[in-house]
């Protein structure tokens, strides 16, 4: 279908009409019309699929313009959209009969229509479902739904019920039970897709005003069960659920005790290091901004590792518990800058501000996408050019004389001027590019780039930014 014309993809009429159909056929076709829909909707741009209700002026208007849209097209009209509406209505009749499995095909078919004006409708539909699973399936000792949900089915439907935007909480509580109750049946994959499903459950929770205070949430007890069957498993998972988990643990691992967060961490990063060419160069900066907020509370808590002279580590001896996670780093950075061909200038940005913010200043690894960022500074606005100026003068005095201890210490002397002279040229560029843009600078540019909050270290070269600081 995506390797159709486009304009043959806008005229195509679904082979069947939808006034003959039983309920045996009744899924599968509805499922058909709903991705013609869908993807009519996809390739067409700008423009509603539905009739337009606009006044008689506006329509004059456009008519004198020459954007009269006919109302005779396949889609333009909403006869397909009514015969749609009439079908899902005899769907939900017979939920009964459709089973789990049915009820899925429903709610993924629910899902591909944009509902722009009829929201209620959407609603009204997905409340009738919800009704049958709460109450009316209660006493259904026929079809007897939730003796024949399986812990695959109660993750889909959990997961089609977040993408639908419904939360209700009974609903959700319900399903979610049923995955935990039913955890030792689960396999690596199923805890994947739920804990993805519910990570996107709590982020639109968040703005939705009618269900903020109604959260259903997972206990630290059911994650860490969850995440430890993953760890059971020997991560029989694939690179794109392996990418997925990483960043999941990155984000709920903080509930682990320190035993079992560090058993995860290394299994992680042997099954990372093993498997490292196999993933795309999206999955690998993935993986890096994961890395980085696993750093922050790997060795949180009482239980942290002693170095040497039986010394426990204190909570700002970044350097010592950055050093676990340098070698992987720098193996993903290389493959990172390598294979990355397709990058944009904000995602450069953050795994910059990540990597600083993280006590991570190898030049070699961050060499590539600073000057990348530099390169395109124009495509920035003022705060996110400001923003990489002030990340560019914290990575300078990591290097200078002053922050040798945070860099590497095999680190020679002449490598860690050429660094300090590449960084000042990269801040003297910048200043160009602001001072070309802007007659008068904003007081922001001016305090940061202004030459007395960057003193020259003795005996090693200095920037000259402009004369922006006058």
Request: charged share 25%; net charge positive; hydrophobic share 35%.
């Given at each position: 279908?995506?390797?159709?014309?486009?304009?043959?993809?806008?005229?195509?009429?679904?082979?069947?009409?939808?006034?003959?159909?039983?309920?045996?056929?009744?899924?599968?076709?509805?499922?058909?019309?709903?991705?013609?829909?869908?993807?009519?909707?996809?390739?067409?741009?700008?423009?509603?699929?539905?009739?337009?209700?606009?006044?008689?002026?506006?329509?004059?208007?456009?008519?004198?313009?020459?954007?009269?849209?006919?109302?005779?097209?396949?889609?333009?009209?909403?006869?397909?959209?009514?015969?749609?509406?009439?079908?899902?209505?005899?769907?939900?009749?017979?939920?009964?009969?459709?089973?789990?499995?049915?009820?899925?095909?429903?709610?993924?078919?629910?899902?591909?229509?944009?509902?722009?004006?009829?929201?209620?409708?959407?609603?009204?539909?997905?409340?009738?479902?919800?009704?049958?699973?709460?109450?009316?399936?209660?006493?259904?000792?026929?079809?007897?739904?939730?003796?024949?949900?399986?812990?695959?089915?109660?993750?889909?439907?959990?997961?089609?019920?977040?993408?639908?935007?419904?939360?209700?909480?009974?609903?959700?509580?319900?399903?979610?039970?049923?995955?935990?109750?039913?955890?030792?049946?689960?396999?690596?994959?199923?805890?994947?897709?739920?804990?993805?499903?519910?990570?996107?459950?709590?982020?639109?929770?968040?703005?939705?005003?009618?269900?903020?205070?109604?959260?259903?949430?997972?206990?630290?007890?059911?994650?860490?069960?969850?995440?430890?069957?993953?760890?059971?498993?020997?991560?029989?998972?694939?690179?794109?659920?392996?990418?997925?988990?990483?960043?999941?643990?990155?984000?709920?691992?903080?509930?682990?005790?320190?035993?079992?967060?560090?058993?995860?961490?290394?299994?992680?990063?042997?099954?990372?290091?093993?498997?490292?060419?196999?993933?795309?160069?999206?999955?690998?900066?993935?993986?890096?901004?994961?890395?980085?907020?696993?750093?922050?509370?790997?060795?949180?808590?009482?239980?942290?590792?002693?170095?040497?002279?039986?010394?426990?580590?204190?909570?700002?001896?970044?350097?010592?518990?950055?050093?676990?996670?340098?070698?992987?780093?720098?193996?993903?950075?290389?493959?990172?800058?390598?294979?990355?061909?397709?990058?944009?200038?904000?995602?450069?940005?953050?795994?910059?501000?990540?990597?600083?913010?993280?006590?991570?200043?190898?030049?070699?690894?961050?060499?590539?996408?600073?000057?990348?960022?530099?390169?395109?500074?124009?495509?920035?606005?003022?705060?996110?050019?400001?923003?990489?100026?002030?990340?560019?003068?914290?990575?300078?005095?990591?290097?200078?004389?002053?922050?040798?201890?945070?860099?590497?210490?095999?680190?020679s002397n002449t490598e860690r001027k050429f660094v300090l002279h590449m960084l000042d040229q990269i801040l003297?560029?910048?200043?160009?590019?602001?001072?070309?843009?802007?007659?008068?600078?904003?007081?922001?540019?001016?305090?940061?780039?202004?030459?007395?909050?960057?003193?020259?270290?003795?005996?090693?070269?200095?920037?000259?930014?402009?004369?922006?600081?006058?």
């Amino acid at each position: 279908m995506k390797g159709l014309r486009i304009p043959l993809i806008r005229n195509l009429i679904p082979s069947v009409s939808l006034n003959k159909i039983n309920g045996t056929h009744l899924l599968k076709h509805l499922e058909n019309v709903c991705e013609h829909i869908a993807l009519v909707g996809r390739y067409t741009k700008g423009k509603s699929t539905r009739r337009r209700h606009i006044s008689k002026y506006i329509k004059r208007v456009d008519r004198n313009k020459g954007e009269c849209i006919p109302t005779n097209g396949t889609i333009g009209r909403s006869k397909l959209f009514d015969q749609v509406d009439e079908q899902f209505n005899k769907a939900v009749v017979l939920l009964p009969e459709l089973g789990p499995s049915g009820i899925i095909r429903l709610l993924h078919a629910l899902q591909k229509i944009k509902y722009e004006k009829k929201k209620r409708k959407k609603n009204n539909i997905l409340k009738r479902i919800e009704y049958y699973l709460l109450r009316g399936s209660v006493n259904d000792t026929l079809y007897n739904f939730w003796s024949h949900l399986r812990i695959n089915d109660a993750i889909l439907l959990f997961r089609m019920f977040i993408k639908n935007n419904h939360f209700e909480p009974a609903l959700l509580y319900k399903l979610m039970g049923q995955v935990v109750h039913n955890r030792d049946f689960c396999i690596p994959s199923d805890v994947v897709l739920f804990l993805r499903s519910y990570h996107i459950y709590r982020c639109r929770i968040k703005r939705s005003p009618k269900w903020k205070w109604k959260e259903v949430s997972l206990s630290d007890d059911c994650q860490r069960k969850l995440l430890q069957i993953i760890v059971r498993n020997k991560f029989d998972l694939t690179h794109k659920e392996m990418c997925s988990f990483v960043s999941l643990f990155s984000i709920y691992g903080r509930v682990l005790p320190f035993h079992e967060r560090w058993q995860i961490y290394t299994k992680s990063i042997e099954y990372v290091e093993r498997t490292q060419l196999a993933y795309s160069p999206r999955d690998i900066k993935n993986i890096i901004l994961s890395l980085f907020r696993i750093n922050t509370f790997l060795f949180d808590g009482a239980c942290v590792p002693r170095n040497n002279d039986g010394f426990s580590m204190g909570k700002n001896s970044h350097v010592e518990r950055l050093s676990v996670v340098n070698p992987t780093l720098r193996k993903l950075f290389h493959l990172y800058n390598n294979h990355n061909t397709d990058v944009r200038v904000e995602d450069e940005l953050r795994i910059l501000e990540r990597a600083v913010q993280s006590h991570y200043y190898n030049y070699d690894s961050l060499e590539n996408i600073i000057f990348h960022i530099k390169n395109n500074l124009a495509q920035l606005g003022l705060s996110k050019g400001v923003k990489f100026v002030r990340l560019v003068r914290k990575l300078r005095n990591a290097h200078s004389a002053d922050g040798v201890v945070l860099t590497d210490a095999s680190t020679s002397n002449t490598e860690r001027k050429f660094v300090l002279h590449m960084l000042d040229q990269i801040l003297s560029n910048c200043a160009e590019v602001f001072r070309a843009r802007y007659k008068y600078p904003p007081r922001k540019i001016r305090a940061v780039l202004s030459l007395d909050r960057l003193a020259a270290v003795p005996g090693e070269p200095n920037h000259e930014l402009t004369v922006l600081h006058r």
